[in-house]
C-alpha cells in the first residue's frame, strides 16, 4: 500500500497489514519475495486510480518501473493483471496537482497533503463531487 495511508489512517494501515498489505518500496517488495511470498504490485497507484475519465483505457505507470528491475534481478515473472470499469463509477474530471502544487509553493496550503502527487476533481458515489485524493 501506498506509505501514505500510514501518515493518514494508521488504524487502517495495520487493519490492511492483517490481510497482507506492506509499504509500497522495492525493499519491501524484496522482503516478501525472499519469504516465497506472492507480491500483487500496483505501480502507479494514486496517479492510476486518478487519471481523467477521458484516459480509462489508458495505464499511467507514473514513471514507476522498479518492479520490472526487482522481477529482472529476482529472476520472477510479471504477470500483468488489468481491471476495467473502475473509471466509469469514480469520474475524475480534471487532476488539479500541478495548480494545487503551484498555490502550495506560493504560500496558499491545500486543504490536503500533496504526498500521493493527484489533487482530482471528481464525481463518485456517495460524496458526490469530490476534491483532492481523499472525500471531502
Known sequence: MHPYAWKINPS????????????????????????NASVLIYPSGAQDVFRPHTQRYKINFAGRKSFIKLALKQE????????????DTLIVLVDLYGIAQQLNQMGMPCLFDLDPQVFPIYLGLPWGVGIGPLPL
Open 12 to 35: 487502517l494501515a495495520r487493519l490492511a497489514e492483517k490481510t497482507g498489505a506492506i509499504e509500497a518500496h522495492p525493499k519491501m517488495a524484496l522482503a516478501a519475495l525472499q519469504k
Open 76 to 87: 520472477i515473472p510479471i504477470i500483468p493483471i488489468i481491471s476495467t470499469g473502475a473509471h
